[in-house]
């Protein structure tokens, strides 16, 4: 049995696989920013969901960078220098806990469903914050790992700024008012494309992804603002850089749990070799 973790800005999802993939229980909270809090939480979730049997690897997701198991920064939540896998280890009766960022885990689940797998994908989840994570063939880009597209400086409204700040799920919430799956006029939608599409004119020549996949609460409503989000894009592109494809999360709320059970079957494999 495999348990995951997604540690989100707003929501964690804590899940239970079997070995084969199937996701056989899950249960969610509000995160809090009080890491002792979230413990507790994580413990009690754990007792709640009534897991039975063996659990071979713990896998944890959360919203920043990750280095050597370590919560280095977490703006969203204020976190810095979270050693989280200390902090679970006696809860987990000694089991392996593997930490890793949320967007990077999204993009593993996502690209491993895909038929082919793409040579390069970009993962974008556009939630509580904006992240990143960048996929080549099938595996976490090792190279790229720690990047931080959300907070990529980008010019929008006259001013530089990080680009999460005016178009996440949260920005989107603050300035008009009303959640994403309430906002129904058209040109609303088509001013939320013109905010999401300046972090990809900066990104994406850089990278310059085969497909680009649109996940988290914001990825959700994917179809209200994809035809103008591309439209722009083929606009504002220098014409010597290809458009990559893009496509919304096969799983938006759950790309997270699914990368998180993915990564524990390589993490197993590995451990075999």
Same mark, same amino acid.
């Given at each position: 049995?495999?348990?995951?973790?997604?540690?989100?800005?707003?929501?964690?999802?804590?899940?239970?696989?079997?070995?084969?993939?199937?996701?056989?229980?899950?249960?969610?909270?509000?995160?809090?920013?009080?890491?002792?809090?979230?413990?507790?939480?994580?413990?009690?979730?754990?007792?709640?969901?009534?897991?039975?049997?063996?659990?071979?690897?713990?896998?944890?997701?959360?919203?920043?960078?990750?280095?050597?198991?370590?919560?280095?920064?977490?703006?969203?939540?204020?976190?810095?220098?979270?050693?989280?896998?200390?902090?679970?280890?006696?809860?987990?009766?000694?089991?392996?806990?593997?930490?890793?960022?949320?967007?990077?885990?999204? #993009?593993?689940?996502?690209?491993?469903?895909?038929?082919?797998?793409?040579?390069?994908?970009?993962?974008?989840?556009?939630?509580?914050?904006?992240?990143?994570?960048?996929?080549?063939?099938?595996?976490?880009?090792?190279?790229?790992?720690?990047?931080?597209? #959300?907070?990529?400086?980008?010019?929008?409204? #006259?001013?530089?700024?990080?680009?999460?700040?005016?178009?996440?799920?949260?920005?989107?919430?603050?300035?008009?008012?009303?959640?994403?799956?309430?906002?129904?006029?058209?040109?609303?939608?088509?001013?939320?494309?013109?905010?999401?599409?300046?972090?990809?004119?900066?990104?994406?020549?850089?990278?310059?992804?085969?497909?680009?996949?649109?996940?988290?609460?914001?990825?959700?409503?994917?179809?209200?603002?994809?035809?103008?989000?591309?439209?722009?894009?083929?606009?504002?592109?220098?014409?010597?850089?290809?458009?990559?494809?893009?496509?919304?999360?096969?799983?938006?709320?759950?790309?997270?749990?699914?990368?998180?059970?993915?990564?524990?079957?390589?993490?197993?494999?590995?451990?075999?070799?």
């Amino acid at each position: 049995m495999i348990v995951t973790v997604d540690t989100g800005g707003t929501k964690t999802l804590v899940a239970a696989f079997t070995n084969k993939g199937e996701m056989t229980s899950h249960i969610k909270f509000p995160t809090p920013k009080n890491q002792v809090k979230y413990i507790a939480l994580l413990h009690q979730s754990f007792e709640d969901l009534k897991i039975r049997g063996k659990v071979d690897v713990f896998s944890v997701a959360l919203p920043g960078i990750i280095k050597d198991d370590i919560a280095i920064w977490c703006k969203n939540l204020g976190w810095r220098n979270f050693d989280i896998k200390k902090q679970l280890g006696p809860i987990f009766n000694g089991a392996p806990i593997i930490v890793e960022n949320d967007a990077n885990l999204a #993009g593993l689940s996502e690209a491993r469903m895909m038929k082919p797998i793409p040579q390069s994908l970009l993962y974008v989840t556009v939630s509580t914050g904006i992240g990143t994570g960048f996929i080549t063939e099938g595996n976490i880009n090792p190279g790229m790992r720690h990047s931080e597209g #959300g907070h990529a400086l980008v010019e929008f409204d #006259g001013c530089v700024r990080e680009w999460e700040d005016f178009a996440s799920g949260k920005a989107i919430y603050e300035t008009y008012g009303e959640y994403a799956s309430k906002i129904t006029s058209k040109r609303r939608w088509q001013h939320i494309a013109d905010r999401i599409s300046r972090g990809f004119l900066a990104i994406i020549p850089i990278a310059q992804p085969d497909v680009v996949v649109i996940g988290g609460s914001m990825g959700s409503f994917f179809d209200r603002y994809e035809k103008h989000l591309v439209g722009l894009l083929e606009e504002r592109l220098p014409p010597h850089i290809n458009r990559p494809l893009f496509i919304q999360a096969r799983h938006p709320e759950h790309a997270v749990a699914y990368g998180g059970y993915y990564h524990a079957i390589d993490y197993l494999s590995n451990k075999k070799a």
